[in-house]
T-cell receptor, first 112, second 116 residues
Framework: KQEVTQIPAALSVPEGENLVLNCSFT??????LQWFRQDPGKGLTSLLL?????REQTSGRLNASLDKSSGRSTLYIAASQPGDSATYLC???????????FGGGTRLMVKP | KAGVTQTPRYLIKTRGQQVTLSCSPI?????VSWYQQTPGQGLQFLFE???????NKGNFPGRFSGRQFSNSRSEMNVSTLELGDSALYLC???????????????FGAGSRLTVL
């Protein structure tokens, strides 16, 4: 059974800092890994998707890497801004169907 | 292209009642998945439907059920509501993303259920 863990559970940083969020998973037989953002009381916004054959994806100030063999992914946020404050969720999809297994999330606060 | 639409957005029920939530996927998407999000358990997979057939099911009691119609719209039903069913219920539809070709899940805004 796939298990996904995110560290840290919460993070508070001053504006402008570069930061790294970590995600680990127990079963390396994945189809892809997705990073989401969730604002309080809202749904999920997809940030980056990495296919199992890829090593990283970039979008603006965000960069996600994937090391399937070690069961790890990182989300790098450059030059953080107060608008980045949200919960960031990592989810892995197995090879059967569209079921995602989510980590517990990292709650990020960027202080002005 | 319209996103994933969930209705109702908010609802309040009492214990023992039943509830039906609706999800309209992105046009052309044939797969719809449902997730429950609670502060204690996080996001958990409920079930997935593809072309009107349940393809995967999570570890939830039989009080939780769903269905998908020929136009890909999906509904989920929870019978005999319990206090612990209070949660944000999220629906996601899945289809090919162009130009990458990747199969991407897009989530709706959710239906927030409160059971009193």
């Amino acid at each position: 059974k796939q298990e996904v863990t995110q560290i840290p559970a919460a993070l508070s940083v001053p504006e402008g800092e570069n930061l790294v969020l970590n995600c680990s998973f127990t079963d390396s037989a994945i189809y892809n890994l997705q990073w989401f953002r969730q604002d309080p009381g809202k749904g999920l916004t997809s940030l980056l998707l990495i296919q199992s054959s890829q090593r990283e994806q970039t979008s603006g100030r965000l960069n996600a890497s994937l090391d399937k063999s070690s069961g790890r992914s990182t989300l790098y946020i450059a030059a953080s801004q107060p608008g980045d404050s949200a919960t960031y969720l990592c989810a892995v999809r197995g090879n059967a169907g569209n079921m995602l297994t989510f980590g517990g999330g990292t709650r990020l606060m960027v202080k002005p | 292209k319209a996103g994933v639409t969930q209705t109702p957005r908010y609802l309040i029920k009492t214990r023992g009642q039943q509830v039906t939530l609706s999800c309209s996927p992105i046009s052309g998407h044939r797969s719809v998945s449902w997730y429950q999000q609670t502060p204690g358990q996080g996001l958990q997979f409920l079930f997935e439907y593809f072309s009107e057939t349940q393809r995967n099911k999570g570890n939830f009691p039989g009080r939780f059920s769903g269905r998908q119609f020929s136009n890909s719209r999906s509904e989920m039903n929870v019978s005999t509501l319990e206090l612990g069913d209070s949660a944000l219920y999220l629906c996601a539809s899945s289809g090919r993303h162009y130009p990458s070709g990747a199969n991407v899940l897009t989530f709706g805004a959710g239906s927030r259920l409160t059971v009193l």
